[in-house]
């Protein structure tokens, strides 16, 4: 009986928030995510309107963004397959690029450590960019408490409302491609990039997080001709090092 007891002491911390406490989360992590829309929207748009001068037919396009979910990766592919790039090289390439989810994937291990590992794997499917920067952020503002399950249902909330409008608008994207091609030529996609670097900049709070980001950046500018996009990934591991070598050598960053 006492092991028994012991045994369920060990496994409560583990277990998901209540419901009410777990819909609250997942609110709090779809409103924290919708700001962002504003930069996914057209990028998404984009995509829809390019795939098609590509070659890519409407529902494989549709069909990428369902199970490829992956924006800079599908862009690249498409700009591959334009290129009539074989199909080995456009895999090993979007993989390359999309290296930088390993990255986010260890920064939540800890945070989303007691969920089971077929809550996590679902998890998995919606993280990119902007919801690895909204939760994030979410748990370094303590907006929810500091426990795996309120994690999980604010990241699956971020994740739903992201991957709902690019789904939305790319095939809004496809629609609007075949009836007005000149939509492809508005710039649309600085969006992204405008939205993305507002969320980012204020989360750099000490030294060292800004001399990452710095570094990184120069680092992409000065690789930028790189092909395949691998200037992405030497920037990520310089701007980790340099992040890394700086907390560890000055305390105070």
Not at 115 to 128: C, E, N
Not at 175 to 194: D, R, T, Y
Not at 223 to 237: D, F, R, S, T, W
Request: aromatic share 10%; proline share 6%; charged share 5%.
């Amino acid at each position: 009986m006492l092991v028994n007891q012991q045994a369920a002491s060990y496994y409560r911390p583990m277990t998901m928030p209540s419901s009410s406490f777990s819909r609250s989360a997942f609110t709090a992590g779809f409103l924290a995510t919708l700001p962002m829309q504003l930069g996914v929207a057209p990028f998404g748009l984009i995509f829809g309107t390019l795939a098609a001068p590509s070659g890519l037919p409407p529902w494989a396009a549709l069909a990428m963004s369902v199970l490829v979910y992956a924006g800079a990766a599908q862009f690249l592919a498409l700009t591959l397959l334009a290129a009539s790039a074989s199909w080995p090289v456009i895999v090993l390439t979007t993989l390359v690029v999309n290296l930088r989810h390993v990255l986010y994937s260890a920064s939540l291990q800890s945070p989303l450590s007691g969920l089971p590992f077929w809550q996590r794997a679902g998890l998995a499917y919606f993280l990119t960019d902007e919801t690895f920067a909204a939760v994030q952020a979410g748990i370094n503002q303590k907006v929810t408490p500091n426990d795996s399950g309120s994690i999980g249902a604010y990241m699956l909330g971020s994740g739903i409302c992201n991957c709902g409008t690019w789904i939305v608008f790319t095939a809004i994207g496809i629609l609007l491609g075949q009836a007005v091609p000149q939509i492809q030529h508005w710039g649309l996609e600085f969006a992204m990039v405008a939205t993305f670097t507002g969320i980012v900049v204020p989360m750099l709070v000490s030294r060292s997080q800004a001399m990452a980001a710095l570094l990184a950046a120069a680092t992409a500018l000065i690789a930028h001709g790189l092909p395949y996009k691998l200037g992405l990934i030497l920037a990520v591991i310089v701007g980790v090092s340099a992040g890394m070598w700086m907390s560890r050598y000055d305390k105070s960053a």
